[in-house]
C-alpha cells in the first residue's frame, strides 16, 4: 500500500496537466511500474514467501494484517458514538437517564415506569418521541 500511496503522491507531482493525457491512465500506469520494479529489486535477495504459508504455531502472515473493511466499521462506528455523545448533551437530564437506563443498562420500559411511578403507556410514548427526536437531530 505505501508504494501504491508513494506512487499515486509522485505521478501529481510529475504529471503535467499541459500534455492532454488523462491523469487516471497514467497514474495507473505509474502504480504497475512501481509494484513491478519492487517486485524485480526484491527477486534477488530469494526471500520470496506467501502470506498464505503457515508458520510454526500453525497461523498465517495474512491473519495478522488488519481487514480494512473492519477498520471502515469501526471509524463508522466511533463516528455515530460521537455524533449520539454531541445529541445527548442537547437533551434533558431527565431524557438521559430515561436513555442510560433502557438502553445502556438494558433495562426495560415497564421496569424505568415501576422505578419512577408513572404508567407504562406514558414511558413509552416519551421513549418513541426521544427516539424521534434523536433521529432527527442526528439526520441534521
Known amino acids: 500500500m505505501q508504494v501504491g500511496n ?13 500534455d492532454g ?5 497514467y497514474v495507473l500506469v505509474a502504480i504497475q511500474k512501481n509494484y513491478s520494479n519492487l517486485v524485480r529489486n526484491n527477486k534477488r535477495y530469494g526471500t520470496e514467501s506467501s502470506l498464505n504459508m503457515p508458520n510454526a504455531a500453525g497461523t498465517q ?3 495478522g494484517i488488519p481487514d480494512h473493511k473492519i477498520m471502515e466499521e469501526l471509524l ?15 437533551l434533558s437530564e431527565e431524557a438521559n ?15 424505568y415506569a415501576r422505578l ?7 414511558c413509552r ?10 433521529r432527527k437531530l442526528l439526520l441534521v
Open 21 to 25: 493525457r488523462p491523469f487516471l491512465p
Open 125 to 134: 410514548r416519551k421513549v418513541l418521541a426521544l427516539l424521534k427526536k434523536i
Open 97 to 111: 437517564e430515561m436513555l442510560n437506563f433502557i438502553y445502556f443498562e438494558e433495562h426495560s420500559i415497564s421496569e
Open 76 to 90: 463508522l462506528q466511533k463516528e455515530t458514538h460521537c455524533e449520539l455523545m454531541t445529541v445527548m448533551t442537547i
Open 6 to 18: 508513494y506512487s499515486i503522491a509522485k505521478a501529481l507531482d510529475v504529471y503535467k496537466l499541459e
Open 116 to 122: 419512577n411511578d408513572l404508567d407504562y403507556w406514558v
Open 61 to 63: 502472515l495474512i491473519d
